[in-house]
């Protein structure tokens, strides 16, 4: 990699931290495809003086003819179009937009592409490794012959397109085999991790009503061996639409009664047999609680997310044969998915099972050591804790693989890119990426050809409007808004599980501006075309990139018999962290004591996850609603952020307006 000398800054052209030298920029994918784009397409062309202007004509061009630039891309990638499409978008307005009518594919036989080339059948596929760090490689030909077998299996016990497959299963081989040979047949995947407790797990599988669930008897982490042979019968029992269970013994622990053996469905030579399905036939669900109800149980289709991923992993991310694509995530973030649809670009794909922290916080970078992983990709909260835990990853391991660090989950804080600099290298791609479940997919992020600077991503992803509105729907430059997109992708959701009238999905992105997807985050469009994430515009709680719904919370810490009501709230912080207090309204003649404690953080670490035990429990006389009964919470999180309380809400709307006092106190001792 080369880098080039800085021109002198200015006030309004800040330097960057970093800048991509002219032989990355010629070798990017995405320069590639801009020209041959102007050669067939009359996209604008390449100018090599000056790859930010170019970069903003291509995407400007890719948002103004949506229909070209979404044909370019499946062009570009070679999509396979079994029968082809009438046109590449009969539909433009969102929710609806219909894409690629008439035609048929599958995303499993674009991933297994590679397998089929006989100068990379034998090169890796997966490189998968736990706490123990033994490295297991899975080659593109062994890939392809599990899958096949699977999928000879799944038909074998009726799987038949449009059937729900489940896998509570942490992140290995076997989940990715499992994934593809569901795509395979047409069948539609759902994942959860093995660290969700029973309840957490029946909130989203019971929705979708899987007929096959894929299951491990436990799974290591931070050092020990966590059992969860009880949640799985526990799942058996209440999901009733279960025809076979699959067993995988990762604790080598025998296969309870009446469950298949894995190594059994995955020894055969079938030959591979994809089924062509629509372009929007339902391919996953993944979920993505809101504050209210059940967690949404998201579907994306098999066309949609195919060519949204080789659009993100190819010009975006500039993976290729050559990469090794490592992300730190688990199967129950949308990033796992998205980490599988790096064999799209024919790139070895890294899975680390295991903690991040394990046996010290610089274990991912030793994942990146063993593995010679060439794209790292990590949480923002990773970066952060590494920067105040004094780990120096390159002084203390070989990062000489390693040409991009890509982060996301949370806003990357300023910190984290200069340490990011300074500790792992100084000629370093930087991509701090934003983007969400709903889309499973980003964006703003990474943009191979241009500067990094400090704080921001680098540009809004190509084929993706995005803009800042304020309140009253007018896009602003400079300042603070909602994160508005205004044309449909490709990957937006196909629809709500069990949302037949639509009313669930235009409520949660189309209400406060119809016509336009309001994702619920705060940001900045610069004059200068980055884009600064400011974090959460609304109550949804994310930590570590895993989003969880208020409702969730209160759901299980009010079966508590102390407990009368509460109230969750996640703060972004500006160093990078994020603060999530649970306040609490005791019953009658309950104590919060350290008992207490430890039962609510139990009781949520046990039938929810980990990742959303509170970091404070704090006892309040009352919970604060609204006239009509709901918990106040956007307002409250102003007030935790230091807005004053006239600005934070309008008291006529408030029950108790004297029970928001509190919360801005709190907000003003924190400040």
């Known amino acids: 990699m080369s880098s080039t000398s800085e021109p002198a800054a200015t006030p309004e052209t800040p330097e960057p931290l970093w800048r991509p030298g002219p032989d990355r920029i010629a070798a990017a994918q995405v320069t590639r495809f801009q020209a041959w784009a102007a050669a067939c397409h009359n996209a604008p062309p390449n100018d090599p003086a000056d790859p930010e202007a170019s970069y903003a004509a291509l995407h400007a061009w890719s948002v103004r003819e949506p229909r070209v630039f979404w044909r370019a891309v499946t062009e570009w990638f070679d999509v396979r179009f079994s029968t082809p499409y009438e046109t590449v978008l009969a539909d433009p307005a969102m929710p609806g937009a219909r894409w690629f009518p008439g035609a048929t ?51 074998r016990l009726g799987v038949r397109p449009g059937d729900r497959v489940s896998g509570y299963l942490p992140n290995i081989p076997q989940a990715v085999v499992a994934l593809l040979a569901t795509a395979a047949v047409g069948g539609v995947w759902t994942s959860c991790a093995p660290d969700f407790g029973s309840r957490a797990v029946l909130d989203r599988f019971q929705q979708v009503e899987p007929v096959v669930l894929f299951a ?65 036939h339902p391919l996953w669900v993944l979920y993505s609680s809101g504050t209210t109800g059940l967690p949404k149980a998201i579907v994306h289709s098999q066309g949609g997310i195919l060519v949204e991923h080789l659009k993100q992993t190819g010009l975006h991310m500039d993976l290729g044969p050559d990469d090794r694509f490592f992300w730190y995530t688990s199967t129950g973030w949308m990033m796992w998915n998205f980490l599988v649809s790096g064999l799209l670009a024919g790139s070895t794909v890294v899975l ?49 693989a390693v040409k991009c660090v890509a982060t996301t ?70 300042e603070v808004g909602e994160l508005i997109v205004t044309n449909p992708m490709p990957s937006m959701p196909i629809y709500f599980w069990n949302d037949p009238d639509g009313s669930r999905y235009r409520e949660s992105y189309f209400e406060m501006f119809p016509g336009a997807w309001r994702h619920g985050d705060w940001i900045t ?70 008992t207490l404690r430890d039962k609510i953080k139990h009781t949520i670490r046990e039938q929810l996850s980990p990742r959303h035990i509170p970091d404070e429990i704090i006892p309040v006389p009352a919970i604060p609603h609204t006239l009509t009964g709901k918990r106040i919470e956007v307002p409250v999180k102003k007030l935790l952020q230091g807005t004053p309380l006239a600005k934070a809400v309008n008291a006529g709307s408030v029950d108790n307006p004297d029970l928001l006092r509190f919360y801005e106190d709190l907000g003003r001792r924190r400040a």
């Open 105 to 155: 594919l599958n995303y499993a036989e674009h991933a297994l592409r590679t397998a089929h080339d006989p100068a990379r059948a034998a090169a890796p596929a997966l490189l998968s490794l736990d706490e123990r760090h033994e490295i297991h490689e899975t080659s593109w030909a062994e890939l392809s012959r599990q899958v096949a077998s699977l999928a000879a299996e799944l038909r």
């Open 216 to 280: 491990v008897d436990g799974y290591r982490y931070g050092g020990k061996r966590h059992d969860r042979t009880d949640v799985v019968a526990e799942l058996r029992a209440e999901l009733p639409s279960l025809r076979a269970v699959v067993h995988i013994p990762v604790l080598d622990t025998p296969a309870p009664e009446g469950a298949l053996d894995w190594a059994s469905l995955t020894s055969g030579t079938d030959s591979p047999s994809y089924e062509q399905v629509p372009f929007d």
């Open 352 to 400: 680390y099972d295991g903690s991040p922290g394990f046996p010290d916080t610089g274990a991912q970078w030793r994942v990146a050591e063993q593995t010679r992983a060439t794209v790292f990709g990590t949480s923002a909260a990773y970066v952060i804790a590494c920067r105040k835990a004094d780990v120096h990853p390159a002084r203390d391991h070989d990062l000489s």
């Open 409 to 478: 989950g949370s806003p990357l804080p300023p910190d984290g890119f200069r340490w990011l600099h300074d500790e792992v290298a100084e000629d370093l791609w930087i991509a701090s990426v934003s983007g969400g479940t709903d889309v499973c997919s980003c964006f703003a992020g990474g943009v191979p050809t241009l500067p990094v600077h400090i704080g921001e991503l680098q540009a809004p992803c190509l084929g993706t409007d995005l803009q800042a509105w304020d309140p009253y729907g007018k896009p602003v430059t400079d």
């Open 525 to 594: 469009l610069t004059s200068r075309n980055t884009v600064i994430i400011h974090g959460r515009s609304d109550s949804t709680l994310n930590r570590q990139g895993v989003r969880m719904g208020s409702a969730d919370i209160y759901e299980v810490v009010e079966r508590l018999p102390e407990i009368r009501e509460s109230l969750v709230i996640g703060l972004e912080q500006p160093d990078g962290g994020y603060w999530m207090p649970l306040f609490i309204q005791l019953a009658q003649d309950a104590e919060l004591d350290d």
